[in-house]
């Protein structure tokens, strides 16, 4: 196994340079085992690694630590030493929601991938809105957005084709396709997205059939899959952490637990990109400040009153909106906490005058 075959390029190279001189080697993490993580090496050889106090204070938050797919720097222990991670090399691409809850953290759920491809089915899974959130943090990683509508065979074919239509209508550059895992159908879809070095993710709620996909391309029945309750339609998780598998056929696969909340990571940039369709409305308002309301010539509310424009969508765009907004006063709110933070420790080191001379010579270098 060479390192092409890990996802390693030119650019990863060139930002690697550096790091040669000092004896370090190139490695993927395959796994996050929260105290440590597992690391793979040129030849396919597998260690258990530490990450070192530089890289964890330099992190300006927990989404900049190393995570499943990065590529970091190794220093290799010794027979009674630790192998530590000493840098972590840029994200080419990079999928993550905001942590669930009212955290202002983002959660990164796979690092240099190429392919995002979703789960769900035509049944009590389908949420056009929420594949809109999708959608939305895939164009913000830039990766590529593949959906498959799956567990065909146990809904009709119009019911199908007809999700398959409306996804298709959210996003025009996704390919949408109608699979059955459990048939075994629709899984060369995937492999016409795998190649030697190229990464994808797979994600989607639990019980889709994520864990069957995944069985199917490494081969054999790697994740433990499980029945879905007949009532809620629902199954639970067969899939406990992320982890990154290199597939016998060519290319790497990162499995993620199933989600069930598809919270916003994201700017008003990446919303504008999104709903061109509504912006593209909005801009023939009669008055710039609209607030589309009752406001007299807008032209948002004669769309939605003609049809033109679904009620479900543009509100699914305003809901969207003000979670990017509170989202954006939360980060704001905890950098100045942060900041705070960093002030008051800077006072407590410079308690007596000695200290505080010295602190004054770093602060203001140009009054000494």
């Known amino acids: 196994m060479t390192l092409e075959d890990l996802g390693w390029n030119e650019a990863f190279a060139a930002e690697f340079k550096p790091f040669i001189k000092k004896g370090w080697v190139p490695a993927r993490l395959i796994r996050d085992n929260k105290i440590s993580y597992g690391a793979l090496l040129e030849g396919a050889e597998e260690l258990e690694v530490i990450m070192s106090g530089k890289v964890y204070h330099d992190a300006e938050s927990d989404a900049e630590l190393p995570a499943v797919g990065d590529w970091v720097a190794l220093d290799l222990g010794g027979d009674d030493e630790d192998t530590v991670i000493r840098a972590r090399l840029s994200r080419q691409t990079c999928f993550s929601r905001k942590l669930p809850g009212k955290s202002s953290e983002e959660q990164v759920m796979a690092a240099n991938v190429s392919v995002v491809v979703v789960v769900t089915d035509a049944g009590s899974d389908f949420n056009p809105r929420r594949m809109e959130r999708y959608f939305m943090l895939i164009e913000r990683s830039k990766a590529k957005a593949v959906v498959l509508v799956n567990k065909s065979d146990l809904f009709p074919d119009d019911l199908n084709q007809s999700a398959k239509e409306e996804i298709e209508a959210l996003k025009e550059q996704a390919d949408v396709y109608i699979t059955s895992a459990a048939k075994n159908e629709g899984l060369e879809v995937l492999k016409q997205y795998l190649a030697p070095g190229v990464s994808i993710t797979i994600v989607g709620s639990s019980g889709v059939g ?147 001379i010295d602190h004054d010579r770093r602060q203001k270098p140009e009054r000494y």
Request: glycine residues 6%; contains cysteine.
């Open 210 to 356: 994520k864990s069957t996909l995944v069985n199917q391309l490494l081969g054999d029945e790697w994740q433990w899959t499980n029945e879905v309750n007949e009532l809620t339609g629902k199954g639970r998780h067969t899939t406990t952490a992320r982890e990154l598998l290199v597939l016998n056929e060519g290319g790497i696969l990162i499995d993620n637990p199933g989600i069930r909340e598809v919270q916003m990571w994201t700017d008003e940039a990446t919303l504008r990109e999104s709903f061109t369709d509504v912006d593209e409305i909005a801009a023939q308002c009669k008055f710039h400040d609209c607030k589309h309301g009752t406001d007299k010539g807008c032209a948002i509310h004669a769309a939605v009153e003609s049809g033109e424009l679904p009620v479900e969508r543009y509100e699914s765009y305003l809901k969207l909106e003000d979670e990017i907004a509170e989202l954006k006063k939360r980060c704001e709110k905890r950098k100045m906490n942060v900041d705070r933070r960093a002030k008051r420790d800077h006072k407590v080191k410079a308690r007596n005058h000695a200290d505080r």
